[in-house]
């Protein structure tokens, strides 16, 4: 699976951490039709297609032990919601299957965010399923 994303913006952070992550692209919302469809052929093709950081010509598309650094940060409850955010669950719902108030989760969420340097649930998700492996965590 290649992972692709539409975006109205994305920060150097979150572009590292998607292309570290194994993302084959990021595609802006303001692109042309031909621009979106040329890129998604190019990525079908095997070829990563993320834009550059601002103020750089170009971006590493390897694979880094970063992630994985800051994913050994985790606590075991942040990797459980991290994966029920892969799943693409509600704060809300993640909070009833794990038996704990909403606010708990977003409490959690923050931390998950800090120290993974990530700021959405997206690139969250993308994590998750990118580190997962088979059979899951």
Not at 69 to 98: C, D, H, P
Request: hydrophobic residues 40%; negative net charge.
């Amino acid at each position: 699976m290649r992972f692709v994303f539409l975006a109205t913006s994305i920060e150097d952070r979150d572009l590292a951490m998607l292309a570290a992550a194994g993302a084959y692209g990021v595609i802006l919302h303001d692109e042309e039709p031909e621009t979106l469809i040329q890129t998604l052929r190019q990525v079908a093709d095997g070829q990563k297609m993320l834009p550059p950081p601002s103020g750089e010509e170009a971006i590493s598309c390897s694979q880094t032990a970063m992630p994985e650094k800051y994913l050994a940060m985790l606590t075991e409850r942040e990797r459980q919601i991290m994966n029920l955010v892969s799943e693409g669950l509600s704060n809300k719902e993640i909070g009833r299957r794990l038996k704990v108030a909403d606010g708990t989760i977003k409490v959690h969420l923050h931390h998950i965010f800090r120290k993974l340097e990530i700021s959405n649930r997206t690139v969250l998700a993308t994590l998750a399923v990118s580190y997962a492996g088979p059979g899951g965590t």
